[in-house]
């Protein structure tokens, strides 16, 4: 079974995080990624749900843009935004474990 870019687009542009506002992201910075100091960046910037992809696979330019310095920072929100974009919102498990359940996705991902 294969999924086309025109199929995934559009489920994206259903899903629950596309459609998070900024203080939907705002509270995933804090709780799940747990760095609520970058809150007031995300919110000058308006980093919603919509813009998630981007810091996903972003080259540290944007996270630069965001005024994010911290190497490990960056890797943190990159990957925590990759997880949410791929698997929706947080329900308690942690990324490693879904790697483990869908080992196709660490290879399409790393």
Known sequence: MHISVKELLEAWLRS???NWTLDQTSD???NSVQLPQYVPNFIQN???GAK???L???DGKYLNI???KDPIHKRKIALKAMDVVL???PKGKHLFVKYIEHPSLFWVLF
Do not use: C, K, Q, Y
């Open 56 to 58: 996903a696979v972003d």
């Open 87 to 89: 698997f929706g919102p």
């Open 66 to 68: 965001l005024g994010i």
């Open 46 to 48: 308006g980093v919603n």
């Open 52 to 54: 998630l992809p981007r």
């Open 28 to 30: 995933w910075l804090t």
């Open 16 to 18: 629950e995080v596309h």
